[in-house]
């Protein structure tokens, strides 16, 4: 008797779970998904995306070595010429609110030039996370894996230069991040 | 025919291998369309100068270089910033 019941409750679960992922491909197929990167989530997609996507960084980027010379000068001078010219567009410069691809990205590009009170993590953390990040990009965000391209030693620099970047003035920041004689002495 | 498909099998790939290497060069993210404004320095405040901070020692190695130049061309080089590079000797 109690065996009969549990298979009804069995087939009774089995046929819901069909259903729901019937209605779910039925939806996907139907074309009513809003695509557009001008309609934003709802706050449970948001929170659910944003979750799920700082739990993977910080679980994949938890063992990474961070190097012990990240805070020298020589790593600020690159990661600020490499900075330039792969980051700013979209992660802003000292004293620049938004940019084109700010304000058409969804999600939108995290201002980098600003301390994020949110994420009073160690250093270190950051740093790894940051390396992460870099190197392997994240999926439908815009951000692309540098790390098909770039060593690690390129990577490491751009770090140094953006744990130093919320602290840069825009005079400090040009002077880091433009061409300078002394770059082919550093290379 | 067969040997002309051959080729662009081995080609098209090399090309792109190359061009990929090509594109992410050290240089080619130079960014080449500013000079860095030296002449800035000259307008901090110096009794907040920190010679330890790596930032301001990664301006200097990027700005001392000029000042050579200029020297080495007969100008001098900003006192200023020459002042602005010795230690503070409030950090002795």
Not at chain 1, 19 to 25: S, T
Not at chain 1, 113 to 123: I, Q
Not at chain 1, 147 to 156: F, K, L, P, V, Y
Request: net charge negative.
């Amino acid at each position: 008797m109690s065996s009969l019941k549990f298979l009804k409750c069995f087939m009774c679960i089995a046929f819901v779970s069909g259903m729901v992922v019937l209605a779910g491909l039925g939806f996907i197929y139907s074309g009513y998904y809003p695509m557009g990167a001008d309609s934003k989530h709802t706050k449970l997609t948001y929170w659910a995306l944003e979750t799920l996507r700082e739990r993977s960084i910080s679980r994949a980027a938890q063992n990474i070595e961070v190097p012990a010379d990240l805070d020298i000068p020589a790593r600020l001078l690159r990661g600020g010429s490499d900075y330039a010219a792969m980051c700013a567009g979209c992660h802003l410069v000292p004293d620049k609110m938004n940019s084109d691809f700010t304000l058409g990205l969804y999600p939108e590009p995290p201002n980098l030039t600003l301390n994020h009170s949110g994420h009073d993590e160690p250093k270190v953390v950051q740093a790894r996370e940051y390396f992460w990040i870099i190197k392997h990009g994240i999926k439908a965000s815009g951000m692309p894996a540098w790390g098909a391209g770039h060593t690690d030693e390129q990577i490491w620099n751009l770090v140094a230069f953006l744990q130093r970047l919320p602290e840069l003035s825009p005079e400090q920041y040009q002077i880091l991040s433009a061409q300078g004689s002394s770059s082919s002495r550093n290379h | 025919m067969k040997r002309q498909f051959l080729s662009y099998f081995v080609a098209l790939p090399a090309l792109m291998l190359a061009l990929s290497a090509q594109a992410h060069s050290p240089e080619e993210h130079i960014n080449k369309g500013q000079a860095p404004n030296c002449a800035a320095m000259k307008d901090m405040d110096h009794s907040k100068i920190d010679m330890n901070d790596p930032v301001m020692q990664a301006m200097m190695q990027k700005c001392m270089p000029q000042d050579e130049a200029a020297s080495e061309d007969g100008h001098p080089s900003h006192d200023m910033e020459a002042d602005a590079y010795k230690p503070a000797e409030h950090q002795h």
